[in-house]
């Protein structure tokens, strides 16, 4: 996940030569069905979940099910997909994503989340110290972001990624291997949640969405359509809500 590098740090004491740890960033080529669907620029770990979080959030897979063979090679730098729809039509409209790495997604219209979640205040704020608690590598390298899927108790899966949208990808892919459910969920992450990261958790089904950092516009938008729960700014006891607040206990205005 991470490599030892060469640099030049400079303090009150001046400069000194040293070493760091930088966050990996890779090339990922996917092919479905012999025909190359996209390269995605991501930390290479946990790549399968990665693949078939992807291909389930863009559309083109309904589960595991769908799925006949996956192959990881060339040192994780290409996936082989075999789906069991030979003729399935893979999209071409590509959209370039505010992700890490100019990640790129297909268009596919979110489905608006029926759910009747409820989180209280306090709920997320523990959910949140719990999700700190596990990032392990995030602190220690930066220039990594995480997510996490939770219940009202406990993180569920976490995952890391340069890719912001990666992230939930992975998470999306390992609750399909693990057979986790993701509808009733709360999404947990670290970075600037946009409007992609808010079509994957329609797609997951999660009613709320909790972020360290702020919303884009465009997300704000699309979580009152979906109804979802956005929440930014979210640290100690403090979470601001952009949306649908009767999800965190707060009436209307």
Request: charged fraction near 25%; include cysteine; proline fraction near 3%.
């Amino acid at each position: 996940m991470a490599e030892e590098t060469a640099c030049d740090r400079f303090s009150d004491e001046g400069w000194v030569r040293t070493s760091a740890r930088v966050p990996l960033e890779k090339e990922l080529t996917v092919y479905v069905n012999l025909r190359e669907l996209v390269t995605i620029l991501c930390t290479p770990t946990k790549v399968n979940f990665l693949v078939l979080g992807f291909l389930y959030s863009e559309g083109i897979i309904s589960g595991t099910s769908d799925v006949l063979t996956m192959r990881v090679c060339d040192e994780e730098s290409e996936v082989d997909v075999r789906l069991s729809n030979q003729e399935i039509e893979l999209p071409t409209r590509r959209r370039l994503t505010s992700g890490c790495g100019g990640g790129a997604a297909f268009a596919v219209q979110g489905q608006r989340v029926d759910s009747d979640l409820v989180a209280m205040p306090v709920e997320v704020s523990s959910l949140m110290k719990q999700f700190q608690g596990q990032m392990d590598l995030y602190p220690s390298i930066g220039g990594l972001h995480a997510s996490a899927l939770a219940d009202a108790e406990k993180v569920l899966v976490l995952a890391v990624d340069i890719g912001r949208h990666n992230t939930l990808d992975k998470i999306q892919g390992e609750c399909l291997l693990r057979g986790v459910s993701t509808k009733d969920r709360l999404l947990l992450t670290t970075g600037r949640v946009s409007s992609e990261m808010l079509l994957k958790a329609a797609r997951m089904q999660v009613p709320v969405v909790v972020s360290r950092h702020s919303p884009t516009s465009a997300a704000v938008s699309l979580a009152r359509d979906l109804g979802i729960a956005l929440a930014g700014r979210a640290h100690g006891n403090r979470l601001s809500v952009y949306s649908h607040p009767e999800r965190l206990g707060c009436a209307e205005n």
